[in-house]
């Protein structure tokens, strides 16, 4: 483990993370792997339903050693990995003690059967959401606000979807709240659309999961992990009920990410036959952690099951994955890319 590396050794490194459900966990342990390691700084992070929270309570530990050490990196850099580790871990174990996980429940062929006759402001009419409380308890925005400027802190993205324009929109530094991130993770068929600033807003996976273009226009890095939990690829064709409500919503979980993703291998390769300006454009390195491979197995009604042992099992399942990928292409970071587009979209 690299605590306080030398500055020749660190890479940067922006993260893509996706939503899923309880699945979530699994990107926990992909981060949980890079803060140990150490080596990689992180100028921008973008997130989407539980990418969105991910992205938050790692935020939420950067920012409280970023206000404690403005002006002295070497202790910013380690508190910022530990308070991080700390936060990302309190979310999920307060997670694993709800036992369930209600931005998963999405493809369970019961709830659409319901859905179609009654909706969450006649089943949930107070609003009830478990998660809100939980989050409130995990992150401080207030300090995620004072620290936005701060060296070491990164950018912060989070998409949710316009109910009245159906376009995704992107909420960063002082426009980031709990209401935000609870937009982010809004399930139609389990809540009431949430209100910020005046509009009302559905989950961001409908049109952003995650949104990528700020990470390219915000963020002066060239690098883009992509933690991915909703597997592309299915070997078998779906035949009951359940297994076409679960890829259907595989599908349209996936359906901008990879619009996006063809987007930025399609620049990228006119850059480098020179037909683009490199002062307009950037050339974006791209690598991913598959993290649907592995979890595709578990089905995605288990994305809604979020007993402690589960969430455990799942960290420990990333955690592994994320060791891997440092291991295997840290050198890689600002060199080259790993993620190959014509296979993957």
Known sequence: MTTNPCPSEVRHLNLALQGGGSHGAFTWGVLDALLEDGRIEFPGISGTSAGAMN???????????????????????????????????????????????????????????????????????????????????????????????????????????????????????????????????????????????????????????????????????????????????QTTLPSTAAEIAERVNEVTFNASLLGELRAIDFVRRLLAEGKLDPKRYKSVLLHRIDGGAALGELGAASKARADLAFIRQLFERGRAQGQRWVHTHFADIGVRQTLQIVDHC
């Open 55 to 233: 992205a938050v309570a790692l935020a939420h530990g950067f920012a409280s050693a970023a206000l404690e050490f403005p002006h002295h990196a070497k202790p910013r850099h380690k508190a910022a990995r530990e308070r991080a580790r700390k936060a990302l871990r309190d979310l999920w174990e307060g997670v694993g003690t709800l036992g369930f996980f209600t931005a998963g429940m999405a493809s369970n062929p019961l709830l659409g059967m319901m859905s179609q006759f009654l909706s969450p402001y006649q089943t949930n009419p107070l609003d009830i959401n478990p998660l809100r409380m939980l989050l409130q308890r995990t992150v401080d925005f207030d300090q995620l606000h004072a620290a936005a400027d701060l060296a070491g802190m990164p950018k912060l993205f989070v998409c949710a979807t316009n109910v009245r324009t159906g376009k995704g929109e992107v909420f960063s530094e002082q426009r980031l709240s709990t209401d935000a991130v609870m937009a982010s993770a809004c399930l139609p068929q389990l809540y009431k659309a949430v209100e910020v600033e005046g509009e009302f807003y559905w989950d961001g996976g409908f049109s952003g999961n995650p949104a990528l273009y700020p990470l390219i226009y915000h963020t002066p890095c060239a690098d883009m992990l992509l933690v991915q939990i909703n597997p592309v690829e």
